[in-house]
């Protein structure tokens, strides 16, 4: 088995090496973990690829460095860091790819609900219709649902025990948030005539 083969075991502190080309070799064992992953990879993960007491901030930061003028980034998301291509390039993307972003075919009313439940939750269903006056069709819960942007939450202490809706990680990733804390604040939803979500 691979573990029993010491060869195969990553040498994190790389005593042979100067301290500058330590510290390049440790960046692009960041590149490659982050390169090779298709979700935010956390900081814990990415310190396990790197000498004791190296600084994964600093060697994020300075990966970022080397990236610029490329057409792709790190981002910090949903607690972790993700490479990303630059959002100037999307269109390109599209175009060559054909294929539609999973937000695009999304009404205003399906993001306007989306943000509800995200500023609410766990929200049930009853809660959005308290929210908006009208019944949220089991339908738009599917759309948000099936494209991974909410999930079940715990069931709710009301009569009958609903399940509650909640935001996913494929939430942060759409939005680019890092945690729901970086949602906008109440002044900023009030500014673009939302601030019924946020009370």
């Known amino acids: 088995m691979a573990k029993d083969r010491p060869d195969l075991e990553l040498d994190r502190e790389l005593p042979g090496l100067p301290p500058e080309l330590r510290w390049r070799e440790w960046m692009r064992r960041i590149e490659a973990v982050l390169f090779a992953s298709a979700s935010p990879v956390p900081r814990d993960d990415l310190a396990r690829v790197v000498g004791q007491g190296a600084s994964v901030d600093l060697l994020v930061e300075d990966l970022a460095a080397d990236l610029e003028g490329r057409a792709f980034e790190i981002a910090q998301v949903a607690g972790g860091w993700i490479f990303r291509t630059r959002a100037i390039y999307a269109p390109a993307?599209?175009?060559?790819?054909?294929?539609?972003?999973?937000?695009?075919?999304?009404?205003?009313?399906?993001?306007?609900?989306?943000?509800a439940i995200a500023y609410q939750q766990?929200?049930?269903?009853?809660?959005?219709?308290?929210?908006?006056?009208?019944?949220?069709?089991?339908?738009?819960?599917?759309?948000?649902?099936?494209?991974?942007?909410?999930?079940?939450?715990?069931?709710?202490?009301?009569?009958?025990?609903?399940?509650?809706?909640?935001?996913?990680?494929?939430?942060?990733?759409?939005?680019?948030?890092?945690?729901?804390?970086?949602?906008?604040?109440?002044?900023?939803?009030?500014?673009?005539?939302?601030?019924?979500?946020?009370?």
Not at 93 to 115: N, Y
Not at 186 to 195: F, I, K, P
Request: net charge negative.
């Open 93 to 115: 993307i599209r175009a060559a790819a054909d294929v539609e972003d999973q937000l695009l075919d999304l009404t205003e009313f399906d993001v306007v609900i989306l943000a």
């Open 122 to 199: 766990p929200i049930t269903r009853d809660g959005l219709r308290d929210i908006f006056g009208k019944e949220i069709s089991r339908d738009l819960i599917g759309r948000l649902h099936a494209r991974g942007l909410i999930g079940t939450g715990p069931r709710s202490p009301r009569r009958g025990a609903p399940y509650t809706l909640v935001t996913t990680e494929q939430f942060l990733l759409a939005f680019g948030l890092d945690s729901l804390r970086d949602l906008p604040d109440r002044e900023q939803l009030e500014d673009a005539g939302l601030s019924h979500m946020s009370k």
